[in-house]
Nanobody, 111 residues
Framework: QVQLVESGGGLVQPGGSLRLSCAAS????????MGWYRQAPGKQRELVGW???????YSADSVKGRFTISRDGAKNTVYLQMNSLKPEDTAVYYC?????WGQGTLVTVSS
């Protein structure tokens, strides 16, 4: 079992950046994949990307080149660096691992 706590959401203008954090209650190196998902109002939850225990990352086409997933093993934390944000990136962002979910953090991109 793992507990996940996201942080870092907020209001940002189009073209701006935010970094989300997901702190895990266990070693992230023991988790095969940690994923970032998002759910926009009225839409289904979608995969943003993931990072494997070996450090391999994957990003969805919609965010490729703008979003980057990284990690800090010493802090058991995974990050989602979001650059060149667009209004369509507005959503609640969730961290997921071992079939557990965090509480989500809201990102609003608006001028």
């Amino acid at each position: 079992q793992v507990q996940l706590v996201e942080s870092g959401g907020g209001l940002v203008q189009p073209g701006g950046s935010l970094r989300l954090s997901c702190a895990a209650s266990i070693s992230i190196f023991s988790i095969s994949h940690m994923g970032w998902y998002r759910q926009a109002p009225g839409k289904q939850r979608e995969l943003v990307g993931w990072i494997s225990a070996s450090g391999i990352t994957y990003s969805a086409d919609s965010v490729k080149g703008r979003f980057t997933i990284s990690r800090d093993g010493a802090k058991n934390t995974v990050y989602l660096q979001m650059n060149s944000l667009k209004p369509e990136d507005t959503a609640v962002y969730y961290c997921s691992a071992l079939e557990h979910w965090g509480q989500g953090t809201l990102v609003t991109v608006s001028s």
